[in-house]
Nanobody, 124 residues
Framework: QVQLVESGGGLVQAGGSLRLSCAASGRTFSIYAMGWFRQAPGKEREFVAAINWNGGRTLYADSVKGRFTVSRDNAKNTVYLQMNSLNSEDAAVYYC?????????????????WGQGTQVTVSS
C-alpha cells in the first residue's frame, strides 16, 4: 500500500514563501512520476506541478510558472514544492499524488495514489 504524507503548509503573508514536502512509502518511489495539485474552497482540484522519475522533466500550471519549483529526492522518497511570491489565489489545500511510469502528466486521472493534503493560507 502506498502512503503519501504532505507537510509544510501553513499561514504565510502575501509575497512570502513556503516549501511543501511529500513523503512516500514504498521501495518503488523512484520509478514513478509525482504531481502536486491544489483545491480551493468551492473550486475543483487543479494541477500545479509534476516531475518525472529522475527530476529531468517538470511541468507547471501557467499560474505558478516562475514562482513554484518542484523537485524530488529519491534517496529520501520525498518530493518537494517550493512556492515563492505567494498570493491570495494560491491559498488552497495542496495534495501530492503518485503518477505512472511514464512522464509527468497534468491530468488527475493520471495519478493513482493521493495524500491527505496540507493547507496553505495566504494573508494579505
Amino acid at each position: 500500500q502506498v502512503q503519501l504524507v504532505e507537510s509544510g503548509g501553513g499561514l504565510v503573508q502575501a509575497g512570502g514563501s513556503l516549501r511543501l514536502s511529500c513523503a512516500a512509502s514504498g521501495r518503488t518511489f523512484s520509478i514513478y512520476a509525482m504531481g502536486w495539485f491544489r483545491q480551493a474552497p468551492g473550486k475543483e482540484r487543479e494541477f500545479v506541478a509534476a516531475i518525472n522519475w529522475n527530476g529531468g522533466r517538470t511541468l507547471y500550471a501557467d499560474s505558478v510558472k516562475g514562482r513554484f519549483t518542484v523537485s524530488r529526492d529519491n534517496a529520501k522518497n520525498t518530493v518537494y514544492l517550493q512556492m515563492n511570491s505567494l498570493n491570495s489565489e494560491d491559498a488552497a489545500v495542496y495534495y501530492c499524488a503518485r503518477g505512472g511510469l511514464g512522464g509527468p502528466t497534468t491530468t488527475i486521472s493520471g495519478y493513482e495514489y493521493w495524500g491527505q493534503g496540507t493547507q496553505v493560507t495566504v494573508s494579505s
